[in-house]
């Protein structure tokens, strides 16, 4: 009877020892499958700061070329502005020479 007693105890400490290393090694496991979520949120959240830098820069690329655009429109607009003020004084100086005319025809009648 004491040797099924101490057989018993040997194999109540086997079987506490068997189950403390199957609970480490599932913590174990999870803390694996922990460190790879964390891995690949971090390899995520790299590649998301990267297209956001990469945006960034094609943001500031187009802003740029606005601003370019814009520029180019305004120094257009200014020369469509020298060319009609120049029409028009070319049309004034046209109608003073027609009215010089006009005045020098009635000064000759009259």
């Given at each position: 009877m004491t040797w099924v007693?101490?057989?018993v105890g040997v194999l109540a400490v086997l079987l506490l020892a068997g189950f403390a290393a199957g609970c480490g090694l599932v913590s174990d496991q999870k803390k694996e499958?922990?460190?790879k979520v964390e891995a690949k949120k971090q390899r995520a959240k790299e590649k998301v700061n990267a297209k956001k830098?990469?945006?960034k820069k094609q943001v500031d690329d187009l802003q740029k070329e606005v601003t370019e655009l814009k520029k180019e429109v305004t120094e257009l607009q200014k020369k469509i502005n020298a060319q009609e003020q120049k029409e028009q004084q070319q049309q004034i100086n046209q109608l003073k020479k027609a009215l010089k005319e006009l005045q020098q025809k009635?000064?000759?009648?009259q």
């Open positions: 007693r101490v057989l499958a922990k460190q830098q990469e945006l009635v000064e000759a009648q």
